[in-house]
Every structure is written in C-alpha cells, then in structure tokens.
C-alpha cells in the first residue's frame, strides 16, 4: 500500500527550497489521517525505498551510516524521517555556520560535521551520526509520545526532547528536537515512520558552545569562559573504556549480566537569562562580578580562573557533573519500561526531590514540592503552583506567602523558591528565547528565573535543615550520564531470566566508589515496581563485599548518619565505616526489624500511641522504621519491617570530602552473601531537637 499521492504532493509542497537554500519551511495543511492504514508486509526500510523521491537523501545516509539493513530487520522502531529537501538544508545551514566561524572576527571555529552544501560531499561518519539520532529501538505513535522527551533514547543514546504548538489554523504541531512531524504514525511491521520538516541536529556542540549561541545568555556566557569553567564542560566520552562489549555473572552467579556500554560524561547548567539580571541591575559581568564579591566575601583572589575567586565560586554553583533531563531531574512520572512507574512507588502528595554536589563543592537541592500546593505568579506572568514546579533551594518556611516565586532569605537576601524554567514553556516563547537550546552533546541548560547563590546561612538555617535523604545511584554521576539509573531497558542484552535490569559496574568506573577488595562485585539494579526501595532502585555488593562511597559534600556541622537498606536472609553481616573510623559493631543485615530483637518493630497499630514510644525504643538501640513518603509491598515503608534505617554515627563533619565504607565480614560468606543499600540520610542534630517539626514531618 502506498502514500497518497496527494499526501506526497503537499509534503513536496510544504518543503520545497528556493535556489539559494533560503526559504524557511511553511505549514502544511493538516491531512485528513481518518482512513489511514497499516502498511501490511513492509519494514521502514521499504516504505522508504517505496517513496525514493521523497527520501533517496535519508536512505543513502541509512546505507553509508551502516543502519539501512536495521531498517529492514525484525524489531521494532521509530524512525523520524527527514525529506530530501530537509536535508539540503540542512547541509546548507550547518556549512554556512562552519564557514562564518572562520572569517576573521569570529571568536572560535564551530564545527558543525559539516563543511560543503553538498549532498556528495558529507563524510559517512556523519552520516553514521544522522542516521543514529533518527532511529529509537523501540515503536512510538505521536500519541505514546508525552511529556518533555522521547521515553527511549536514539542510537546515539541520546533522548529526543518535544515541544508543542500550534499553526496559523490551531492545529497541534509536535516537534522532536525542533523538527515538526508533518506526517505521522505510519505504522510497518518493525514499526513507525515519522515524517519530518528538517533534520534533527546531532549536534557536536558541548554545553559551553550552546550556551554561547544563545544571545539572550550572553552575561553567563562570558562569564563561564573568563572563569575557565567552560574547559570543565567539554568531555564527552571515556574512549579507553573496555568494558562495553562484556558481560559477567549476576548477583545469583548466572551468566550474561552485562556491563554499562558507554561511559560518557555528562553535565547540567542551571543558568539565568540576561533579563534576570538586568533586573537586578546587573548588566555586564563586571556588575556581575561586584556583586560576587559581595555574596561571596571570603572569596578574595582576584583571577577569574581560581577557584578562591568570587566569580569562579557563583558560576560553579550553577554546574553539575551529570546530565539531567527536565524529566530526570527528580523521580516524577518516571517509567522504566512495564517494570517501574514512580507514580505507583510514591504517594500522589509527597515531595519529589534530590540533592547534587555542584562543580562548587557544595549541595544544590532540587525538588518539586508535591506537598505544598501555594500558588502564585511567576517571572513569565504564569500562575503556577508550587507542586507543579520544580525549583532549586526550596525553603518552605522562607517563602513570602504574598509573592511566593519572588521569595529571599538571608542578611544579603538570597533566593530560594528558584523556578526551573519547563523547556516545552521556553521553546514556545521564540521571541524572547530566539534560537532556544536545552541539550548538547554532553548535557543540558535549564533556565532558572532568579539569581542562584550558595549562601552557608541560608543553606544550613532554612533548605537544608532537613532530613536529606540520597540514593545511591544520585551520588554517582555516571548512572546518570549512562542511562543506568532509570534504564527502560530498550537495546541492551539483559542476563537470560534474570528478571530485572541488571548493570555489573566495573572497578573505577567512578571515582565515588572504590572497590576495596579484587573480589568485590558491584551491581546497580533498575527500578521495580515491586521492590521496597526508595526511587525503586537499588544498589548491591558481593563477593567479600567491600566498598565505600565518597559522599556529597554537605555544610558543616554535626549530623546524625543513617543508612536505608532491606533486611533479607541472602544478605550478610556488615561492618560499617565513616572517615576509616569503625562505626559500631558488625549489623547483621539478614534478618528483618520485626523478628530481630535487636531493633524491636512493632505495627503502629499493634501500639496505644501510634507508634511513638516504639519509635524511641528502636532509636536507642540505633534503628528508625521505613519512611511515610513511598510504598513498600504496597503499604507505606514505614509499616514494612524488612525496611529499615540504621543510625551509623553521629559526627561534626566538616568540608571536604567524607568516605563510608561497607565491609563483610560472614566468615560463612559463599561470595553469594549481599550488601544491598538504597539510600544515605543526613539529619542535623539541631533539626531532630526542634520541637516544633510536627511528628509526621520526622517520619518522613
């Protein structure tokens, strides 16, 4: 069955370049998909090849990029097909940048991939990376596809983000990488064709390069390139890593676990446009620079470069080592293929958020405040509601009540409450954001809507006098920047009926984790429904496990330490270290807290005070009952008894790096015995004293 030929002709139409390969592409008139049906018998490869003159371009790029023969194979797919017309455009835009880049003036030379308009003249590695980034290992329909991002990453393992709109006859438009799908759901039997307005761009440019051709950032800019800082933002990939192609056992011993991929590195700038700080009365860096001085006093050195100096310290604050998503940035409508949606894992009305060490060495809080549903009126005119918003440096007794997105704390007035801008919002709003980017080859920019400064007072007096609780898997950056941590499993080889998504981590894969034994093995498993974790996944050691974690830096001061885990009798006995300071006596990790005397659960219900007095009972002999915030065997964590938290130690912990260690020490351990850890909290001891924290809140 094929296209309609008035379907080709509109599409030809709606595409068609000037000679000078100028001419911008037009609405086309919505088709009437009401009679469409299912190309019965063929694969993407020969619809495409069966409308040649439409895709000869793409096709050929399919070929010299190695990928046609997947097009024809059994599986299942999503292909955003570009039209010839596209193409040439395409190559004509890129080549014009790449040349303008080297005439002089010009700053730097951008390198595009592209050097020549012409369609012969494009090198197969390109076309090895067009073909990649239009191909998902999995079938979507226009109308599967929600949200800010493709559920399933490309070949070049890279997610495509989406934007809607509409044109001049308010009709949806969808947008995948800014590419408008002018003809979609073409359904074939290795999947669906998606037919697009332009090429989407595979772009080489790292996160400095795209923050730069943002006109409207252009005070961050110069300023992340006087700092050096942009130096830090240009890895992309670990090309000596050889562990891609292997697999070992699992943690039951069968074979064909396999290992991360890749390891790329990642990056995340939260950055603000130049209209925040025009109002603030800041419209040079050298404004800028000022006013660093006035926030980051003990910051002295004058060269840019040092980190000493107060305008290093500021725009350090704003960078991460890891590449989130506007999806990824805390566990909210999250789904990890039929294994794992957060929404059935949290309750509606809890807090989602998460807690990163910034490239100042300090903590930088996310979070979508779920619980709190104040509204008020944001920088854009928008009325929002906190729970439908992510924001850095939330601080809900801080929050001016009147204006709540317009919120300062602090003898210098600091910002909390800072909105991060949804990229659907922004790409929207083109006049204001012309030329809007959120990814890069290595990460993303997230715009935020007020001024991002660590202040110690504010941090530690208000957003971080707090339980901070952190998995495992957010403190190391490459679960992340791998697609590890919430991996929908789509193209990977998973271990024979090993019934989750499970990664073996190799030794030095980062440098937050040391394996302190050649035995040791590391697992990271994907989230599950049916598990008791916090964020659904876990962590898991074996083999004389004997790890440590360097841990994200909080401010100083004396926190209660406490591990989150799951008692099971495969797990083993564990002896915990902080800083190579033993912490305790062995904990022996197999039996759960009701059967265990040792902690003392008892059922909230099975008390006359709800729980409380056994709540202190078990606190004196160093254990605390699950969390009120997510479900566990589907009742809520505290009222499951295999999960527990145990206290580690009480410790002043000052700034620089802290270390926490887990060692086993069954002498019966037949290298199947398990060190499974979910998450770390830290408490200040002064917000545990508090007597105003209502009882509800410290169960959190």
């Given at each position: 069955m094929r296209i309609r030929k008035q379907i080709l002709s509109a599409l030809s139409a709606g595409l068609l370049l000037t000679a000078a390969g100028l001419s911008t592409y037009s609405c086309v008139e919505p088709i009437d998909t009401s009679n469409r049906y299912t190309f019965v018998g063929n694969t993407v490869a020969s619809y495409l090849e069966e409308h040649e003159d439409l895709f000869s371009e793409f096709i050929e790029i399919l070929k010299?990029?190695?990928?046609?023969?997947?097009?024809k194979a059994y599986g299942t797919y999503t292909c955003f097909a570009p039209t010839n017309q596209a193409i040439e455009r395409y190559l004509f835009e890129q080549d014009s940048i790449y040349q303008a880049s080297l005439l002089p003036g010009s700053k730097k030379v951008i390198w595009t991939g592209i050097t020549s308009p012409r369609f012969e003249d494009?090198?197969?590695s390109m076309c090895v990376v067009i073909a990649q980034t239009h191909i998902i290992p999995k079938d979507y329909l226009t109308t599967e596809m929600e949200g800010d991002v493709v559920p399933t990453m490309n070949l070049n393992d890279r997610y495509l983000t989406m934007s809607y709109g509409t044109d001049s006859l308010q009709h949806s438009i969808l947008y995948v990488n800014d590419a408008e799908v002018i003809q979609g759901d073409e359904e074939v039997e290795n999947g669906v064709v998606h037919v697009i307005s332009?090429?989407?761009?595979?772009?080489?440019?790292?996160?400095?390069?795209?923050?730069?051709?943002?006109k409207f950032l252009s005070i961050f800019s110069e300023a992340l390139e006087v700092t050096g800082l942009e130096l830090k933002l240009q890895p992309y990939k670990d090309f000596d890593y050889a562990y891609g192609d292997r697999t070992t056992l699992t943690i039951y011993n069968n074979p064909g676990c396999p290992y991360p991929a890749n390891r790329y590195y990642g990056f995340t700038a939260f950055v603000e446009p130049d209209s925040v700080y025009h109002?603030?009365?800041?419209?040079?860096?050298?404004?800028?620079?000022?006013?660093?001085?006035?926030?980051?006093?003990?910051?002295?050195?004058?060269?840019?470069?040092?980190?000493?100096?107060?305008?290093?310290?500021?725009?350090?604050?704003?960078?991460?080592?890891?590449?989130?998503?506007y999806s990824r940035l805390v566990c909210y409508k999250i789904v990890c293929g039929s294994y794992f949606n957060s929404e059935s894992v949290y309750l509606s009305r809890a807090d989602r958020y998460d807690y990163f060490e910034t490239m100042q060495g300090t903590l930088l809080k996310v979070i979508m405040p779920r619980s709190n549903g104040t509204r008020g009126v944001c920088d854009d005119g928008t009325e929002r509601a906190f729970s439908e918003s992510i924001l850095l440096n939330y601080s809900k007794d801080a929050t001016n009540m009147s204006d709540p997105f317009n919120s300062t704390?602090?003898?210098?007035?600091?910002?909390?409450?800072?909105?991060?801008?949804?990229?659907?919002?922004?790409?929207?709003?083109?006049?204001?954001?012309?030329?809007?980017?959120?990814?890069?080859?290595?990460?993303?920019?997230?715009?935020?809507?007020?001024?991002?400064?660590?202040?110690?007072?504010?941090?530690?007096?208000?957003?971080?006098?707090?339980?901070?609780?952190?998995?495992?898997?957010?403190?190391?950056?490459?679960?992340?920047?791998?697609?590890?941590?919430?991996c929908d499993g789509q193209g990977i080889t998973w271990a024979p009926g090993s019934g989750d998504y499970e990664f073996a981590i190799p030794p030095g894969y980062s440098d937050r984790i040391k394996l302190n034994a050649a035995e040791t093995r590391l697992y990271y498993l994907s989230p599950h429904n049916s598990w008791t974790n916090y964020m659904g996944d876990e962590c898991m050691c074996l083999s004389s496990a004997d790890i440590s974690y360097r841990l994200p830096h909080v401010p100083a001061g004396t926190y209660e330490i406490r591990l989150g885990y799951q008692g099971m009798t495969n797990r083993g006995i564990t002896q915990f270290y902080f800083d190579d300071e033993i912490c305790g006596i062995p904990v022996d990790m197999r039996l759960d807290a009701q059967n265990n005397p040792r902690i003392g659960w008892v059922e909230d219900t099975r008390t006359d005070d709800n729980g409380v007095i056994n709540d202190k009972q078990m606190k004196n002999r160093g254990y605390l009952k699950g969390s009120t915030q997510y479900y566990a065997y589907g009742?809520?964590?505290?009222?499951?008894?295999?999960?527990?938290?145990?206290?580690?130690?009480?410790?002043?912990?000052?700034?620089?790096?802290?270390?926490?260690?887990?060692?086993?020490?069954?002498?019966?351990?037949?290298?199947?015995?398990?060190?499974?850890?979910?998450?770390?909290?830290?408490?200040?001891?002064?917000?545990?004293?508090?007597?105003?924290?209502?009882?509800?809140?410290?169960?959190?």
């Open positions: 010299r990029g190695g990928r046609f023969n997947l097009m494009l090198t197969d332009s090429v989407m761009n595979p772009s080489s440019e790292t996160v400095p390069t795209v923050i730069e051709s943002m109002a603030a009365g800041i419209y040079t860096m050298n404004d800028l620079y000022q006013q660093c001085k006035i926030w980051y006093p003990e910051a002295t050195d004058p060269d840019f470069k040092s980190e000493n100096n107060a305008l290093y310290k500021y725009i350090a604050y704003h960078l991460l080592d890891r590449k989130l998503l704390c602090g003898k210098n007035g600091i910002n909390v409450n800072i909105r991060i801008a949804n990229p659907t919002d922004v790409s929207s709003d083109k006049e204001k954001y012309p030329n809007y980017k959120s990814e890069a080859l290595n990460g993303t920019v997230h715009l935020i809507d007020h001024l991002l400064v660590y202040d110690e007072d504010v941090m530690t007096g208000h957003v971080l006098n707090e339980i901070i609780r952190i998995d495992f898997s957010s403190m190391v950056p490459e679960y992340t920047n791998n697609n590890i941590r919430w009742h809520l964590a505290r009222h499951e008894p295999s999960v527990i938290r145990l206290v580690l130690t009480t410790k002043f912990l000052e700034d620089g790096d802290h270390w926490f260690r887990a060692k086993n020490v069954n002498e019966n351990d037949d290298g199947l015995d398990q060190f499974m850890h979910d998450y770390i909290e830290f408490v200040p001891v002064g917000w545990m004293r508090r007597e105003d924290i209502s009882l509800d809140e410290k169960r959190k």
